[in-house]
C-alpha cells in the first residue's frame, strides 16, 4: 500500500459536491496524512452578464446553498472540515496553500472558458511547488477511458453512443475513506445566507414540478424513492414527456448539474434495480438520456468555445435579431403562443421547466422570433436550477440549427400542445391569471 505524503491536501470544491464517488476526496485521503476542503461561492458568478442576466439567480442559489450546508454535514462526517467563503477563488486558495503548507490542490477538472480562466488566475498566485490535480469526475464514461484525441469525437449522437456502448465499460464507483477525527480543523468561516448573496428569501412554488431541496442527502433519496419505492423508474420512457408533477421525469439533473449526485450512481442503481425488478425500456432510457448529457460534454471538450458563439459548432451563418421588446415578451410569458408563454412563466416561477417545454420555447426563440439564440441561452443560465453549461448551450445549438442536429428541425408549438397538454392541465396552471 503507498504511503502517505506527510503534509496537508486541499480539496477545492467545484461541480462535485459529494462526498459519494468522488475521485478528488478519494486521492486527498488515500495520498496525505491531512485533509481539508474549500468551497468558493465566486462573486463573480452572481454579476450581470453580457446579456443583462444574473448568472446565478435566486433559484440556482438557493439550491447550491442547501447544497453547500449538505456538503459541510457529510464531510465532516469523514472528518474532513470544509472552508466556505464569499470570495474569489484565485484571491484566497493561495493563502490557504501558505497558511496550511498545502503542496497539492484536488479539484475537478473543468475547460469551459470562464473555468479555465479561474484556473488561469489561480496558478499566477501559486508557487511552482504547488500542483493543482484535475479529475475528470462528471461523466458516465471518463474521457480517460474514451478517447486520447477529442477532435476525433462523432458529430451524430447516435454513432457516438452505438460505439460507447459496443466498446467502453462504465467504470465502478471509487470507494471513499474516513479520516481519524484528529484530522478536522478550527472553521471561523461561514456559509453566506441567500440574503449575503444579494437575494430575498422566498417560499418555493406550490405548483413546480421540483419540490426538492439541494444537497447529496436530497439526491439519493430521490433516487431511492424513484427507483425503489415507486418504482416510476419502470415507466419513465412513457412518462417523460409529461409537463405537470414530480414525477413524470426522475427530476436527477438539478443534482447532476452541481456535482450532488453523480452519473455513475445513477446508472449502477438502475443495474441493481434492473437485477431485482428486470430491465426494460423505460431503465435503459434513463441511461440513454446520461449518455445524451455525457455527449454535450465531448462537443464542448471538442470544439471548446464555439459552442458559445453565434454560428455554433457549424459556423452557420443566420440572420439574427436581439430586439428587447420580442425578447421581454419572451420571458414574461407574452407572446402569441400560449403554450410557450406557460413554460415561460412555470421557468420564471419556479425556476424548472421540463424537457419538453424547454425544446419548445427554444425553438420558438430561435426559430419563429429569429432571436440570438445565445440571449436565450443565458436566460437558462440565470434561472434553471439545473443549469449545466455544457447541456444547456448544446442544446441551445442543437435546437438554433447551429449544432449537433443534422435535420435543423422547428417545433411545431402548437401541435406540441395539442399532443402533450391535450387537456390543456399544464396551461391552465401557468396562464390562470390571463383567464379572468
Known amino acids: 500500500m503507498q504511503k502517505k505524503q506527510e503534509n496537508t491536501s486541499l480539496i477545492w470544491f467545484r461541480n462535485n459536491l459529494r462526498v459519494h464517488d468522488n475521485t478528488s476526496i478519494k486521492k486527498a485521503v488515500e495520498n496525505h496524512t491531512k485533509v481539508i476542503a474549500v468551497y468558493f461561492f465566486d462573486p463573480k458568478l452572481f454579476q450581470m452578464d453580457k446579456f443583462g442576466f444574473q448568472k446565478t ?20 462526517d469523514l472528518n474532513i472540515t470544509l472552508l466556505t467563503y464569499f470570495k474569489s477563488p484565485e484571491d484566497e486558495i493561495h493563502k490557504i496553500c501558505d497558511a ?9 477538472k473543468e475547460w469551459t472558458k470562464e473555468e ?3 484556473n488561469n488566475l489561480i496558478k499566477n498566485t501559486l508557487s511552482n511547488e504547488i500542483h493543482l490535480i484535475e479529475e475528470y469526475d462528471q461523466f458516465l464514461y471518463n474521457p480517460d477511458t474514451v478517447s486520447k484525441d477529442f477532435s476525433k469525437i462523432p458529430d451524430v449522437f447516435t454513432v457516438f453512443r452505438k460505439k460507447l456502448e459496443k466498446t467502453v465499460q462504465i467504470l465502478k464507483e471509487v470507494p471513499i475513506s474516513k479520516c ?54 419502470g415507466f419513465y420512457k412513457k412518462t417523460r414527456n409529461g409537463l405537470v408533477g414530480a414525477d413524470y421525469s426522475t427530476k436527477f439533473s438539478p443534482w447532476l448539474a452541481n456535482g450532488s449526485l453523480s452519473a455513475k450512481t445513477i446508472y449502477w442503481k438502475i443495474k441493481e434495480y434492473e437485477a431485482e425488478f428486470g430491465a426494460n425500456e423505460s431503465t435503459y432510457w434513463v441511461i440513454f438520456e446520461l449518455i445524451w448529457r455525457d455527449y454535450f460534454k465531448y462537443i464542448s471538450l471538442k470544439y471548446n468555445s464555439k459552442v458559445f458563439q453565434l454560428g455554433g459548432i457549424l459556423e452557420k451563418d443566420y440572420q439574427w435579431s436581439s430586439d428587447k421588446q420580442l425578447i421581454n415578451q419572451w420571458i414574461n410569458g407574452e407572446t402569441k403562443d400560449d403554450f410557450v408563454n406557460a413554460n415561460m412563466i412555470e421557468l420564471k416561477e419556479t425556476g424548472f421547466m421540463s424537457n419538453r417545454g424547454r425544446q419548445n420555447v427554444a425553438s420558438y426563440f430561435a426559430k419563429e422570433l429569429l432571436l440570438d439564440w445565445r440571449i436565450g441561452a443565458a436566460y437558462f443560465e440565470s434561472l434553471l436550477i439545473d443549469y ?25 408549438t402548437q401541435l406540441q400542445a395539442e399532443r402533450y397538454d391535450g387537456n390543456h392541465k399544464y396551461r391552465k396552471i401557468w396562464l390562470i391569471k390571463t383567464l379572468f
Open 57 to 76: 439567480a435566486k433559484y440556482r442559489a438557493k439550491f447550491l446553498l442547501e447544497t453547500i450546508i449538505d456538503l459541510r454535514k457529510n464531510l465532516a
Open 100 to 108: 496550511f503548507e498545502i503542496k497539492k490542490v484536488y479539484t475537478q
Open 116 to 118: 479555465e480562466s479561474t
Open 180 to 233: 481519524t477525527s484528529e484530522n478536522l480543523i478550527e472553521n471561523k468561516t461561514i456559509i453566506p445566507t441567500l440574503q449575503d448573496l444579494g437575494f430575498k428569501d422566498f417560499e418555493i412554488h406550490e405548483n413546480t414540478a421540483f419540490p426538492f431541496s439541494g444537497g447529496e442527502n436530497s439526491a439519493l433519496e430521490r433516487l431511492n424513492t424513484y427507483f425503489f419505492e415507486t418504482k416510476k423508474v
Open 388 to 412: 449545466d453549461v455544457h447541456s444547456n448551450y448544446g442544446n441551445w445549438m442543437y435546437v438554433a440549427g447551429v449544432g449537433n442536429d443534422p435535420r435543423d428541425r422547428k417545433f411545431n
